[in-house]
């Protein structure tokens, strides 16, 4: 459920005045971030990373010119995957990032990624398992010892496809809802 139909926040015109406008939305900010602080808690990080942990390995491939290559875009959303990833707990006591990369087997890859299933859905997943791949790729190309990339093959899970046709009743109830709210307009262009 949105934090806006939980009615924590509500929608709000920032104003035309930009200084005024920004303003606005840094306190929003703020009150969001301290809402999904209270919620959340306080993120778990890495104090240290060990020689040739997975944390090391995905600095090493974020410090690369392989990783520069990519838009700056995709190289946001990958940190910002790889710092997620390494703070999983991974066999009930230890973080990804401190496994060592030579422990690291596809059924412990496996496991993170039906947890990821579970708790992020379908396409979250495959963009994490794309990421942990490249970073692993680079990682065979590099370090001596690594042969293999453990996030391969692990086959990418679908979301089931969210448009469907409706049948007539179910459309005959949009319809009159619509109508009965007051919005005869969006009943109209159902119907047609």
């Given at each position: 459920?949105?934090?806006?139909?939980a009615?924590?926040?509500?929608?709000?015109t920032?104003g035309m005045?930009?200084?005024?406008?920004?303003?606005?939305?840094?306190h929003?900010?703020a009150?969001?971030?301290?809402?999904r602080?209270?919620?959340?808690?306080?993120?778990p990080?890495?104090?240290?990373?060990?020689l040739?942990?997975?944390?090391?390995?995905?600095r090493?491939?974020?410090?690369?010119?392989?990783?520069?290559?990519?838009?700056?875009?995709?190289?946001?959303?990958?940190?910002?995957i790889?710092?997620h990833?390494?703070?999983?707990?991974?066999?009930?006591?230890?973080m990804?990032?401190?496994?060592p990369?030579?422990?690291?087997?596809?059924?412990?890859?496996?496991t993170l990624?039906?947890?990821?299933?579970?708790?992020?859905g379908?396409?979250?997943?495959?963009?994490?398992?794309?990421?942990?791949?490249?970073?692993?790729?680079?990682?065979?190309?590099?370090?001596?010892?690594?042969?293999?990339?453990p996030?391969?093959?692990l086959?990418?899970s679908?979301?089931?496809?969210?448009?469907?046709?409706?049948?007539d009743e179910?459309?005959?109830?949009?319809?009159n809802?619509?109508?009965?709210?007051?919005?005869?307009?969006?009943?109209?262009?159902?119907s047609e």
């Amino acid at each position: 459920m949105s934090l806006q139909k939980a009615g924590i926040f509500h929608h709000k015109t920032l104003g035309m005045d930009f200084d005024i406008a920004a303003t606005r939305a840094r306190h929003w900010n703020a009150k969001l971030k301290a809402h999904r602080l209270s919620v959340n808690g306080v993120k778990p990080t890495l104090s240290v990373i060990n020689l040739m942990s997975v944390a090391y390995l995905l600095r090493e491939f974020e410090a690369s010119p392989r990783f520069a290559r990519y838009s700056p875009r995709t190289r946001e959303d990958y940190s910002y995957i790889y710092r997620h990833v390494e703070t999983h707990i991974i066999d009930g006591q230890r973080m990804f990032g401190v496994v060592p990369i030579s422990e690291v087997t596809k059924q412990m890859v496996y496991t993170l990624y039906e947890k990821y299933v579970t708790a992020h859905g379908n396409d979250s997943t495959n963009k994490t398992t794309t990421a942990c791949q490249a970073a692993f790729n680079y990682g065979t190309l590099k370090f001596t010892g690594m042969s293999i990339n453990p996030f391969t093959h692990l086959g990418a899970s679908r979301s089931l496809p969210r448009r469907r046709r409706w049948i007539d009743e179910e459309l005959e109830t949009f319809i009159n809802k619509a109508t009965e709210m007051g919005y005869s307009s969006v009943g109209r262009l159902a119907s047609e």
